[in-house]
């Protein structure tokens, strides 16, 4: 016989409690984030405060020796550097190039709008490893764009490849998309109505896009800006194709010593202080933009 509750109802057939519903509905993310991010990135710190002896030797303890080495060689030092000014003009570079296709995806006529996603999307079925060696093959001496320049009169134009230029250049293409397409979703949600109301109180159109569409795309820039920067800083192959010895990045410096030198310690102080320089950045740009959209809703 089922056993009933005060109130008359089977016991069987009570739902779980909210707490236990959302637990048991979190549990298989969060034990995926607890074994791929959360304890790899626990055994980073712990290296990172580990020591190398001359012989090469690991012993675990707690030193700051890799990070005083990180920011007293001037070698590193630099290379660090150079990541977030790479990484800061990949974004801002992104950024430009990518608002005139992101209103074509979210303004143009349908055809246009899916013309302009397939270019963009259909690049990201393609390895970055092809896209990089591509673009080495573009901007190499013999390349298309010295065959260009030769073409029209213009002999022994410099090579950029091995350059910051060229890491920039290939960057800013391997990571459009993730520019242009959030900023297309908060273009799409601006009402056109908004627009017509500045064009008939004498709005020009340089005054639409700074009053008007600029601040209420924020939310897409606000995705778009941090996300460019934290993948370009964190690339590896595109600084190693295209920029080589001449011109690395912190991912190339990070490979060299664990992968060349094996001084596991150092390399993962090193990816500890760009992982804390890419956060930091995020967290300031997060904060500078929510702060601007508190004002302008304020103001409205």
Known sequence: MTSRTTTGVPSASRPLPAAATGWLLAGPSVLF????FILPAAQTLWLGVAA????????YGFTLENYQRAFATDLYWRILLRTARMASLAALAAAIVGFPLAWAVARAAPWISRIV?????TPLLVNVVVRSYGWSAILSRNGLIAWTL?????EDAPSILYTEAAVLIASVHVFLPFMVLPLAGAIARIPPAAEQAATIAGAGPLQRFLRIVLPLSLPGLAVG???VFSLTAAAYVTPQILGGNFSPLLGTLIQQQVLTLH???FGAALSTLLVAMVLAVNLVFIGIVGRRLRRWTAAA
Request: hydrophobic residues 55%; without cysteine; glycine residues 18%.
């Open 150 to 154: 030769g073409g029209i009169g213009i």
């Open 33 to 36: 984030l607890l074994g791929f």
């Open 263 to 265: 001084d596991w310690p």
């Open 117 to 121: 996603t397939l270019v963009l999307v």
């Open 225 to 227: 800006l941090p996300l």
């Open 52 to 59: 190398r002896t001359e012989a090469g030797v690991m012993q």
